[in-house]
């Protein structure tokens, strides 16, 4: 059979001609969609710098939805869920985008971080906890642990705490030991409260190692100490506080009395208090000389040596005025007109009640009772060790 050469020539421009009409189809396909897709961005883009966040999560879902491959639009549309307080919505794109195959390990990571984001600010900590913890590894890690810091202090969990400071001691970008400190001796605390004592001292022991210069470790070995009754062990213990933190004396003051007092170390104890007190005047360190059965004496030629020891207040108060030094004199003072005593006193204590708290120098919380962690904005050792009177 003879082979027909004319549907040849007849079938090629056909076929040209079929080509050139499909590839023009294609292409002004593509052209419509990339326009749509960066016009949708653009105006969510303007919506966004606006101001205009409703507008722009309308305009972002629409870009999505025109090129859905897009991770950047994903992580756009993400972040403003979040922004917004959307969290379940912000949370179903990071995940979706944890879902795709194709997404490369830079992205991943950042997906994960933007998802445990999401379950922090939905208060969700045990999810975010999960989320973090599988951020190990990548670039977003110390932030990842900074974040999980923070869930373990507020859920005082302070194992798993001091394990996260830990690594990022070792990462070598900043010290954490003070805080490792605080976080062992509040695991000795709970074990204190629940009479294991024997348990609380090797963990403070360790708290000592990790921190030296920090005062709380020995602070509350001492304490401890005194329970026990060791009172000479404790005062051995502040004796050599006072060398590496002499600024807190005026928190561990009256602990140095009563041990001393429990030792009969109350002369090595009482000559102490009053190079303290001489150097750096303090109520507090007053009150422990006072109670010593000591006086004071400041470095002032034409100041007269305290008579007895509660003249040891007038002392304070021709040094600086104090309503606190006043109401501790005032006490034990009589007068000519007792009956009227009782009620004059009662008014001075009113007054001198808010003088005597500590205020936290990072948000100005004020509280009666010394805090190492403050209750208002969460901050470690942001309590000066001075009463508000003497700020």
Known sequence: MDFDLSWVLLGLPLAFVLGWLASRFDLRQLRLENRQAPKAYFRGLNFLLNEQQDQAIDAFIEAVQNDPDTQELHFALGNLFRRRGEYQRAVRVHEHLLSRGDLSRADRDRAQHALAQDFLRAGLLDRAEAALQKLEGTRYENEARLSLLAIYERSREWAQAEGVARKLDESDQASYGTRRAHYLAEQAAELAMRGDVDGALPLLQQAA???????????????????????????????????????????????????????????????????????????????????????????????????????????????????????????????????????????????????????????????????????????????????????
């Open 209 to 391: 190692q990790v921190a030296p210069a920090a005062p709380r470790p020995a602070i509350d070995m001492a304490t401890l100490e005194l329970r026990q009754g060791n009172p000479a062990q404790a005062f051995a213990t502040l004796v050599a506080l006072a060398d590496t933190a002499p600024l807190a004396l005026p928190l561990y003051a009256s602990l140095m009395q009563q041990a001393a007092a429990a030792s009969q170390h109350s002369g090595e104890a009482l000559a102490l208090l009053q190079r303290r007190y001489a150097a750096s005047p303090s109520i507090d360190v007053l009150d422990a000389i006072v109670a010593l059965g000591g006086t004071t004496q400041l470095d002032d030629e034409n100041q007269a040596a305290p008579a007895c020891p509660r003249d040891s207040y007038i002392a304070h108060l021709q040094h600086q005025p104090s309503l606190i030094a006043a109401s501790r004199w005032l006490a034990g003072e009589r007068f000519e007109r007792e009956a009227l005593h009782p009620p004059v006193q009662r008014a001075v204590d009113q007054a001198v009640r808010p003088l005597m708290r500590y205020r936290c120098a990072a948000c100005g919380f004020e509280a009666h009772q010394y805090f190492w962690h403050c209750p208002g904005c969460q901050a470690w050792d942001s309590y000066p060790p001075r009463r508000v009177e003497e700020l």
